[in-house]
């Protein structure tokens, strides 16, 4: 009765955690989730107030598929601040970046289409791409990134429709991509006709070291679809996110959206639209990039004082997430309830892991915990570590 | 290297023409849209304020997938408010109607699954089962809706997954369905043991007659899927929709929208909750009926005094369309590039018919122009009707 799809598709482990983890007292790293208590509450109000008498009722009326106009503007002119290579038409408003992956989905792949993605990779990717029944391939990582003899060799053997990476601050494993990697995808992805996903959410959120091109700059927007969002930036209940990439490309995936959601909501894009014009933006994403870099450095201490001998980390230079790894035999997933029981929550990192490997690893949000949160939830985490014999 | 499924899906005939008719002068009945004048904009503005006071940053952060509790809750109540039917594990909030459209199809569709439609139908529907390379069939309807006898014929020999309908004020053809019918169709639904796809935008914008209950309520919730929003009825700039069903099918829908775009915007769904809360719906919603009544009224004397003698139409009992049909021989498609040198648009009818027919047919919304609009926008229309010797 229910379609083929719906057998490979399984609901988002970590949607359900989070559900599970909601109770009071608990203290979760499982999430992904921002620091609500740094949203501009008070100056989305008064960009929400702003539109609605500047626009009227065009605020909250339908609108182009696309998105608004002058949005796109501000984000062809943020990704491009030049404006020798992009215009409007490169340039789409999605429902969350989420969207973006369910309309390249729709777009590309076909039933038992190929899709390279990392090892591990981002959870909702594997779900956008197992909806259209894509034949997932997870190529392993080195500790710069996607490891590019296997890719290549996997770019030959499967002629993929899709590869999906993410260059900044990967979820779940905080890695960052050094630009020779970069150019060298950069190449791949026209020498191997392929379209390259590159998803950056927390590209803007760096807590050291230079800012690095994107893929999508260094191919010059050729083969590359780059995909960000406001969610991490300013509040992800506006679902306000955005793809950019070549104009005919771009045009498929409005067709698409038609069909999918006729537009991203318009108000959402309108208070965007304002707060960016209002200049506030560079400065508070100063002010959460500055906020998660206290709160990265405080896990860090944390760990040194709580966790095993025989734990790992990394040090994410920007972004949400530490990646942990524990002995070779220890099962995450079996941890975790009594963790639970210790109210503290992660996420086993195998949920990432496409093809069923990663057992002993955890991803650990850093950035939706306070202080004294940090070290007291990594206090408990550590406590049951060594009393499970990790 | 596009998915076949693009090869399947055109852009909607009717969003290119929007576009093209924006142009200052043109009085266009060719969209959907409502009538922004009515939109509660300060009531907006106030819900948007109140709700970031009272709730915070929890009113743009992420939420769950099914949609925020206390809207469900209240959308329960509206469609059954003896409360005897239905919780909240029985609705989900959707980024409009076209994204339940999709989700539905996610779920059900296989390539080249049968699915069984209105001739003529809601275009956006065609869309978003052609994206999940549905076979459509087109049932014929009769004054009364959708033929029965067909449908029959269809139901055993197409064996689809999902049959939809419009049963109030269809778009585009303004029909309403009789209670024998709906009940006919409520049973059909048992029978066969297949999903009827209730569409219901416009149920709560009836100039006249008796309210009749939906296929939803006929069926108890069995094998229908009531989808509606409040697109029509406060503003569609914020996409707040939803969807009623079967809790177990609805968990289908979930997991996939979690892939698809995580959740509906936060802001608006709080929102229009906060209207609701604040008992301005119902004093809204007959606000928009009276104003829209007077519309439907403007358009039938309109009608009388411009159009040829050639010309018949329906006097819709609520929504937003007219269908007008003229004689055998004529092409409006051929008719309308005429009418937009004179100023004035609409949507050639035969967009809407999977089977290719209806060439002589035009859809025109009265929701969106002002009297004097609809007199002169109907008199320039009926000349080039007249001057093409229709």
């Keep these: 009765m229910y379609s083929e799809r719906m057998s490979a598709v399984k609901s988002s482990a970590i949607r359900d955690i989070l559900k599970l983890m909601s109770r009071p007292g608990m203290i979760s790293f499982a999430g992904g989730l921002?620091?609500?208590?740094?949203?501009?509450v008070r100056e989305i109000a008064?960009?929400?107030?702003?539109v609605l008498k500047k626009y009227g009722a065009a605020a909250v009326q339908y609108s182009v598929t696309e998105g608004i106009l002058p949005l796109r503007e501000k984000i062809a002119a943020m990704l491009d601040p030049a404006g020798n290579q992009l215009s409007t038409e490169n340039v789409i408003i999605t429902q969350g970046s989420q969207q973006a992956l369910d309309l390249l989905s729709k777009v590309f792949i076909d039933n038992g289409s190929a899709v390279l993605t990392?090892?591990?990779?981002?959870l909702g990717a594997l779900q956008a791409f197992q909806l259209f029944q894509a034949n997932v391939t997870a190529v392993p990582s080195d500790n710069n990134g996607i490891d590019t003899t296997l890719l290549k060799k996997h770019l030959k053997q499967d002629k993929p429709r899709l590869v999906y990476v993410m260059p900044n601050f990967q979820n779940p494993t905080g890695l960052t991509y050094q630009l020779e990697r970069r150019k060298e995808l950069a190449k791949l992805a026209q020498e191997h006709d392929v379209i390259f996903i590159e998803d950056d959410p927390y590209g803007g959120l760096r807590f050291e070291g230079e800012r690095l091109p994107s893929l999508f700059a260094l191919a010059e927007g050729k083969n590359v679809v780059y995909l960000s969002s406001f969610s991490k930036t300013i509040a992800p209940g506006l679902r306000i996110a955005y793809a950019a990439g070549d104009a005919e490309l771009l045009k498929k995936l409005v067709i698409a959206k038609q069909g999918t959601d006729l537009q991203t909501n318009t108000f959402g894009q309108y208070i965007v639209n304002?707060?960016?014009e209002n200049g506030l933006y560079q400065k508070h994403v100063d002010l959460v990039t500055r906020t998660y870099r206290e709160r990265r450095d405080a896990m860090l201490r944390s760990f040194e004082r709580h966790f095993p001998a025989s734990a790992s980390w990394n040090k994410p230079a920007g972004g949400m997430f530490f990646w942990?790894?524990?002995a070779d035999e220890v099962d995450t997933s079996a941890l975790l309830m009594q963790c639970a029981e210790q109210n503290v929550a992660f996420v086993p990192g195998k949920e990432?892991?496409?093809d069923g490997s990663g057992r002993n690893t955890m991803r650990l949000n850093f950035t939706n915990a306070t202080l004294p949160e940090i070290e007291e939830g990594i206090k408990r985490l550590?406590?049951?570590l060594k009393g499970a014999g990790v």
């Design 324 to 326: 942990v790894r524990l």
């Design 34 to 40: 921002p620091a609500p208590e740094l949203f501009p």
């Design 46 to 50: 008064a960009a929400a107030d702003a």
């Design 274 to 276: 304002e707060y960016l």
């Design 382 to 384: 550590g406590k049951v």
């Design 352 to 354: 990432f892991f496409p």
């Design 118 to 122: 990392e090892n591990p990779t981002y």
